[in-house]
């Protein structure tokens, strides 16, 4: 069973920083793109950044320059490092990635349970 499961979400001050992590557990093959995404109440779900299996990335142009996507193969996490998080960057942060499990070697997309990200003063 594949499964991604996010954590480090909370509560954080204007202009401070913060980490999530994603990471995906189970009888994996192979993985292809990792994605974070985020939904803010009312507003539909954006894609936050991208990361592929050779590391290249893409950003949503809100969070260009204040926000770095990275992972980590050997770990099978990907990592969303976020700076200068403004009251806006506030949302529920999901994890996405394409997953070929080891048994059906065909490639799945899984999401993570989401976490929280509140910025506040």
């Known amino acids: 069973q594949v499964q991604l499961v996010e954590s480090g979400g909370g509560l954080v001050q204007p202009g401070g920083s913060l980490t999530l992590s994603c990471a995906a557990s189970?009888?994996?093959?192979?993985?292809?793109?990792m994605t974070w995404y985020r939904q803010a109440p009312g507003k539909e779900r954006e894609l936050v950044a991208l990361i592929n299996n050779d590391s290249t990335t893409l950003y949503g142009d809100s969070v260009k320059g204040r926000f770095t996507i990275s992972r980590d193969n050997a770990k099978n996490t990907m990592y969303l490092q976020m700076g200068t998080l403004k009251p806006e960057d506030t949302a529920v942060y999901y994890c996405?990635?394409?997953?070929?499990?080891?048994?059906?070697?065909?490639?799945?997309?899984?999401w993570g349970q989401g976490t929280q990200v509140t910025v506040s003063s």
């Open positions: 189970g009888s994996i093959f192979n993985i292809g793109a």
């Open positions: 996405n990635a394409r997953i070929i499990p080891k048994r059906s070697r065909l490639p799945v997309v899984y």
